[in-house]
Structure formats: C-alpha cells, structure tokens
C-alpha cells in the first residue's frame, strides 16, 4: 500500500467553539463509497486536521468520506460537503516468464514460450482486474540463428519472421531439412507499458531421414543357359540413391532384400 500524510491542510478551520478551548476534540469519519474494507489498511484524522492513511495494496479509486467533528461535551459538527482521497491508478507492465522450446526437424512450430503470462497487478487484486483482462500483444525478435545444417545459411525460413500469440505460443517457420539453434528474445506489450526483453532458445533436433532409390517396374532378362549365376548390373535395379539430406552424405547404404518367388512349372 502506499502511505500519505498531510501537511495539515487537508481539514482547516478546526475549533472547539467560541470559549471552549479547553474541550477535546475528535474526528469521526464514515465511509459513503463502495470500494470495500480493504481499500484503507489504515485512516487517521488527527484533531489538528492532519490525515494520514496507507491505502491497501493495488487498488484506486475515489474514497468518499463523511467528516465529523465532536467536542468532549458531545456537540457535533458536520460540514455541509464530504471529503474525497483520491487514489490514481498506475498502470504496472505486464510479465511473463520465458520457457525454452525444443522440436525436430521439418516440426511446425506452434508450442508454449511463454508461460505465467500477466496483465501486470496481481490477480488477487480485485480492484486492478480491469488491468489483468488488457489486451496483450508480444513482439518478437532473432539474436541469433546457427544452423548445424541446412540447405540455407539459416535454420528458420528465410524471409519468415517468428512470433508469439497473445497466449504465449510461438509460431515460426524451418527450412527443410535444417536443425541448430535459435535464439529470440520477447517482449510484452498491454499497449501503454511493456515488460522487458526476455531470452529463450528455440532448439531444432536432427532427424536421421531414410534414404531413398528408384525401382524399375520390370527388369527383363534372357534365359540363363549357363549353369552358373548371372549377374544383373546394379544400374538395371536401382538408381537415383540417396542416403537423405546433405547432412547425411557420409552415411554407409545397405540393400536388404526379400524373394517373393513365383510358382515355376516343371
């Protein structure tokens, strides 16, 4: 809560009554708003007119109060006009916590980077609720993109630009085929104040693509007259091999076969 006291100007004009200085006098003070019990933690109006007060944590708003002066012989004066404190509003700026995301190789990328994500008061600050309902927007930007691979110089799709929803989830675009690590950093925005830039990692994991080859529908050939094997050129069965991406050109091809042999009549 914040803490006030005055200077003494707040109530002037304070007396006892023609001749009656020696009468005690006190302040009563009633309540005519509806901001609730806990808007002051406490409220003091010293005889002298001085008022000091702490306000309860996160709320604002107009307290309306009704100021009564009352002798020791009990003689009451009300004033024909109530006291207002005011209590401005601040607007705090929104956070959220960031959350490092980890996906494989040629993945969307729609997962949660933000987490804890807040308007800015307290959720239990049932006056500053208004605050927690703000509409949130984040902004989002590359420090560093270091591919370990891919067919370009970046992990991320050239040309694309990642970015987060209201919800914390961060959208961004791979390049085929690439893994390595981004690095983002994100900010939060309620449209009048913004949290500060936040880190986290965008971690692509390599897949070990299978390779592939090219099959002929038939393959053709003469009878085999000699009693010993005959040989088909490899370039007859399969061509166009690949072990995968550029990455896994130094992978060793093995060729496993299975016979699915026709009836052959005697």
């Known amino acids: 809560g914040v803490p006030y006291r005055s200077d003494g100007t707040d109530v002037w004009g304070v007396s006892a009554g023609p001749g009656e200085p020696e009468q005690e006098l006190t302040f009563e003070v009633a309540r005519l708003d509806s901001l609730g019990d806990n808007f002051f933690v406490n409220f003091t109006l010293l005889p002298n007119g001085t008022l000091t007060l702490t306000t309860g944590d996160f709320v ?10 009352r002798d020791s012989e009990g003689a009451a004066f009300t004033p024909g006009n109530t006291l207002t404190v005011r209590v401005l509003r601040t607007n705090y700026p929104p956070s959220f916590t960031p959350a490092d995301v980890a996906v494989l190789e040629d993945d969307a990328v729609n997962h949660l980077a933000a987490v804890d994500i807040s308007g800015g008061a307290p959720l239990s600050a049932a006056v ?7 509409s949130l927007s984040f902004e989002v930007q590359v ?25 914390g989830y961060l959208l961004a675009s791979l390049s085929p085929g690439a893994h390595g690590v981004v690095q983002l950093r994100a900010r939060l925005s309620d449209g009048a104040t913004t949290s500060a830039w936040e880190t986290f990692t965008l971690t692509v994991l390599s897949v070990d693509d299978p390779p592939t080859f090219t099959l002929p529908p038939t393959i053709s050939l003469a009878e085999c007259a000699s009693p010993a094997p005959c040989a088909v050129p490899a370039a007859a069965v399969a061509s166009a091999l690949s ?5 896994e050109a130094g992978q060793s091809l093995a060729f496993s076969v299975s016979l699915s042999l026709p009836r052959v009549p005697s």
């Open 243 to 247: 072990p995968g991406p550029g990455d």
């Open 60 to 69: 604002h708003g107009d307290a309306v109060l009704n100021v009564t002066l």
């Open 143 to 167: 420090l560093s993109d270091t591919p370990a691979w891919s067919p370009y110089t970046t992990v991320l799709l050239p040309l694309s630009a990642p970015n987060m929803t209201e919800g």
């Open 128 to 134: 500053a609720h208004e605050q927690q309902s703000a």
